[in-house]
């Protein structure tokens, strides 16, 4: 356990530091405020900086990276050198993909299994409309498919019929767009804990699991070719 809290200690502060939690010196005031600025002329609404990444690159070509959040909850990364120029940032593709995940999450609630999922949008074309809606992005961008991570809460109720029907709903719904999900079925007891955690960050790492019983852990592809997953205790007892 003391091992593996130190590990957890370690990745946290090697990614990043939550602003408040390690208190927020001149310097992270200044990075959110510049961040927070520039997004809010670009798209004409406010945003929240949630959290500060490590500074990465050179003496010449400094950048950090920040976590920000919208007042709909759509968490996503913003990269900015030390001008105050945001070299790049993912907003729209998370907006579009956290509604796809909606759509999903919806889907398996209907089966009474509860989940947060991550997805984000791969290929594509790019988007510049900030009020785009799901379908309509869907038939003009035409993406390649939508992938991210989907945790799920153990339950009686998941079972391979309702995991087959919720993607297959989601498929339809999504306009027949490819669907990839890296799933973890998360204990019950600590399953309210990592959805709280999960939620505030665009993306976690393999080892972000290790603070929470995992019960199983499954990838799963929803295609023209139907429900495919690589878990065969899944597959057989699903």
């Not at 200690?9 to 310097?27: E, Q, R, Y």
């Not at 791969?122 to 003009?140: A, F, P």
């Not at 999960?198 to 990838?219: A, H, L, R």
Request: charged letters at 30%.
């Amino acid at each position: 356990m003391k091992r593996k809290m130190m590990k957890k200690v370690g990745v946290i502060l090697m990614a990043f530091s939550i602003l408040g939690m390690l208190g927020c010196n001149t310097i992270n005031d200044k990075t959110a405020e510049l961040v927070r600025k520039e997004l809010n002329e670009k798209y004409n609404q406010e945003f929240e900086v949630i959290a500060l990444g490590a500074r990465m690159g050179t003496k010449d070509n400094n950048t950090v990276t920040s976590y920000v959040q919208d007042k709909n909850g759509v968490v996503f990364s913003v990269v900015m050198d030390t001008k105050g120029t945001i070299k790049s940032e993912n907003y729209l593709r998370r907006k579009v993909g956290t509604a796809a995940g909606t759509v999903l999450v919806d889907e398996l609630n209907k089966h009474n299994m509860e989940s947060k999922v991550n997805l984000h949008v791969s290929g594509g074309k790019e988007i510049h409309d900030v009020d785009i809606k799901l379908h309509d992005y869907i038939d003009s961008h035409t993406p390649d498919y939508f992938v991210g991570k989907l945790l799920l809460k153990e339950t009686n109720q998941l079972t391979h019929e309702n995991v087959k029907s919720a993607y297959e709903s989601t498929y339809k719904q999504l306009k027949n767009t490819p669907l990839q999900t890296d799933v973890w079925v998360i204990a019950s007891e600590d399953y309210d804990k990592a959805v709280t955690e999960f939620q505030k960050n665009p993306d976690v790492s393999e080892e972000w699991f290790d603070d929470y019983k995992v019960i199983s852990k499954f990838y799963i592809d929803m295609s023209n070719e139907g429900l495919d997953s690589d878990n065969e205790e899944i597959k057989g007892n699903m």
